[in-house]
């Protein structure tokens, strides 16, 4: 036996109302009133309805990330010493001359490789994003 509906709810293609479940609307689902309905928002929501390009984006920075690969370059060209380093220490790792550890601090097992000096690629700390971030 299914169990009633307990929501209200509105779709967001058609503005139908129809009843749904709290968790279905918790986990995202609960928008629309049919897989029709869903299929010609296609499957977006509002969003399928809203221009997000450019200016209309909350996240727009005037444009900076059209050629991110640029701005890596720069990178490589500032500071050299890093870039070779973390190549040195990536290689280490496929290769299995270098082995992961958990973070130093907390322990975690997602973890980063500090270098505390470029110029010793091979003497890293272990560190989980959280306590890379505040080192």
Same mark, same amino acid.
């Given at each position: 036996?299914?169990? &009633?509906? /307990? =929501? $209200?709810?509105?779709?967001?293609? %058609?503005?139908? !109302? ?5 968790? +279905?609307?918790?986990?995202? =689902? @609960? ?7 869903? /299929? *010609?928002?296609? @499957?977006? @929501? ?5 221009? !997000?390009?450019?200016? /209309?984006? &909350? /996240? ?13 370059? *720069? !990178? ?12 040195? %220490?990536? +290689?280490? $790792?496929?290769? @299995? ?5 958990? %973070? +130093? *601090?907390?322990? +975690?097992?997602?973890? !980063?490789? #500090? #270098? ?11 560190? %989980? &994003?959280?306590? #890379?971030?505040? *080192?």
């Amino acid at each position: 036996m299914k169990r &009633p509906y /307990n =929501k $209200i709810a509105f779709c967001w293609n %058609c503005g139908k !109302q129809f009843g749904t479940y709290t968790w +279905e609307i918790n986990r995202g =689902k @609960g928008r629309y009133c049919s897989k029709t309905c869903r /299929n *010609i928002a296609g @499957g977006k @929501g509002r969003a399928a309805t809203v221009d !997000q390009s450019g200016d /209309n984006n &909350p /996240n727009w920075k005037n444009g900076i990330s059209k050629d991110n690969y640029h701005y890596k370059l *720069i !990178q490589k060209e500032r500071y050299p010493e890093r870039i070779k380093a973390r190549e040195i %220490c990536y +290689e280490a $790792i496929r290769t @299995g001359k270098l082995k992961k550890e958990p %973070c +130093e *601090i907390c322990g +975690e097992e997602n973890v !980063q490789a #500090h #270098h505390e000096d470029y110029s010793k690629p091979l003497e890293v700390r272990w560190l %989980c &994003p959280d306590c #890379h971030r505040t *080192i």
